[in-house]
């Protein structure tokens, strides 16, 4: 069984660009380890091979003659992107690497994401009719969030697909445009439930002691809820908590409206920049905050440093106000941190037992939550526990096989 994904984003820091990159990279990682053949189509860096094999992981680097004049990441130009990649790639990936092992008796699954590949499904329909092999692959395509609904034919992209989406909540928000689709999670990679570096974790602690540490990994978006979190920090502060915010946001416009209200609210800010993404880095940084308020991270958070952000934090804040699926609160579960959700897409929170379940957008809602859970350290240690056995029923592996596999028979049918 082949398998091959197409997606926008991928495992190039080019390519990255939110919670759709840890996605695939996860995917394709976890379908290669469990011995499929799995191609992965992307829009990579355009200074790297467009070919690069990893036992049974193929990376194919796709746009790269556009990406090469679009230097600002994966996004960068997307229109010429999605027309190139629409037009280009089903050609090469049927003739190349589809049509010998599908005449050779095998067979395939296409598993495509986000509104930028719909053409390319709809191409890679008609092209393996036209070769007469379309009843050997089975086409899935997948909805991360509401992003380009507009532009997607959904009808013609029905009779072409299997339609999935990644939560309960995305499979109501489709309804209304008649998708009844097929609900798969997102999964985490091994490496995310790897130990954080205990080390670098007391001495976060130690450094920052009496002290409510509150971490928030996100892009600047209003969706985010970034000013209620610095409603929030602003509300402790009243209170006489001391606490700390450690963002990292993204270099969306909003990130300068965040930072200004939280001055506006008194909050100090500090922003830095660290030397790298690793965890000494982050350890340096964090030391660094010399009583501000606010610690405003510049630079991006390497995967292992971001496990010693979340278990050093007294609560994560992923409480968007409307979430597809929720994969920082998730990340965060996996290293037995506490995390702080809204209560749209997050099927995995089960509020007061394995994470803190915002429903308003007051900050006291928030603030009284992690008051109350401060003061009850045997309640702290059961819900970082149970948070962590949680994050294991989604790692890839029981995804692939509780609900990727069964789908992929319903695809059949």
């Known amino acids: 069984?082949?398998?091959?994904?197409?997606?926008?984003?991928?495992?190039?820091?080019?390519?990255?660009?939110?919670?759709?990159?840890?996605?695939?990279?996860?995917?394709?990682?976890?379908?290669?380890?469990?011995?499929?053949?799995?191609?992965?189509?992307?829009?990579?860096?355009?200074?790297?091979?467009?070919?690069?094999?990893?036992?049974?992981?193929?990376?194919?680097?796709?746009?790269?003659?556009?990406?090469?004049?679009?230097?600002?990441?994966?996004?960068?130009?997307?229109?010429?992107?999605?027309?190139?990649?629409?037009?280009?790639?089903?050609?090469?990936?049927?003739?190349?690497?589809?049509?010998?092992?599908l005449r050779a008796g095998g067979a395939a699954v296409v598993l495509a994401e986000e509104w930028h590949t719909v053409h390319a499904v709809l191409h890679l329909d008609w092209l393996l009719r036209q070769a007469q092999v379309r009843h050997r692959v089975r086409i899935l395509w997948n909805a991360n969030n509401v992003f380009g609904f507009d532009r997607i034919d959904w009808r013609r992209l029905a009779?072409?697909?299997?339609?999935?989406?990644?939560s309960r909540y995305m499979k109501h928000l489709m309804w209304p445009l008649g998708v009844d689709a097929l609900v798969i999670p997102n999964g985490l990679s091994a490496d995310a439930f790897f130990p954080p570096d205990r080390e670098a974790v007391a001495e976060i602690r130690r450094h920052h002691q009496g002290r409510l540490i509150v971490a928030k990994v996100a892009r600047f978006d209003p969706d985010k809820r970034w000013l209620l979190a610095v409603e929030t920090m602003a509300e402790l502060k009243r209170r006489g908590r001391k606490p700390l915010l450690i963002a990292r946001g993204g270099v969306e416009a909003h990130g300068r409206e965040v930072l200004e209200a939280a001055a506006a609210q008194g909050l100090t800010i500090r922003e830095i920049a660290g030397a790298d993404e690793g965890v000494e880095s982050l350890v340096r940084v964090?030391?660094?905050?010399?009583?501000?308020?606010?610690?405003?991270?510049?630079?991006?958070?390497?995967?292992?440093?971001?496990?010693?952000?979340?278990?050093s934090a007294d609560a994560v804040l992923a409480n968007s106000g409307r979430e597809p699926f929720g994969l920082v609160g998730l990340e965060a579960m996996a290293v037995g941190g506490i995390a702080c959700t809204g209560c749209t897409g997050e099927d995995y929170a089960v509020p007061g037992r394995n994470a803190l379940v915002l429903q308003t957008s007051d900050p006291r809602e928030c603030v009284n939550s992690l008051e109350a859970l401060s003061r009850n350290p045997v309640k702290q240690i059961a819900m970082r526990r149970t948070a962590r056995a949680t994050a294991k029923l989604y790692s890839w592996r029981e995804v692939l096989y509780r609900q990727l596999l069964p789908t992929l028979t319903l695809a059949d049918q």
């Not at 230097?71 to 089903?90: F, H, I, N």
């Not at 905050?289 to 292992?304: F, K, Q």
């Open 1 to 101: 069984m082949q398998f091959h994904i197409l997606s926008f984003e991928g495992p190039d820091a080019y390519a990255r660009a939110g919670g759709i990159a840890s996605r695939i990279t996860g995917l394709a990682e976890s379908l290669a380890e469990h011995g499929c053949n799995t191609h992965l189509w992307f829009v990579g860096d355009p200074d790297l091979p467009g070919l690069e094999s990893r036992e049974r992981l193929h990376l194919h680097r796709w746009c790269q003659w556009i990406s090469r004049s679009h230097r600002g990441g994966v996004y960068d130009g997307e229109d010429a992107k999605q027309t190139d990649y629409a037009a280009s790639l089903p050609p090469f990936m049927v003739n190349e690497a589809m049509l010998p092992h």
């Open 159 to 166: 009779e072409a697909a299997t339609i999935t989406t990644v």
């Open 286 to 311: 964090l030391l660094a905050a010399n009583g501000a308020d606010v610690l405003h991270l510049t630079t991006p958070v390497g995967s292992e440093a971001r496990r010693v952000l979340f278990r």
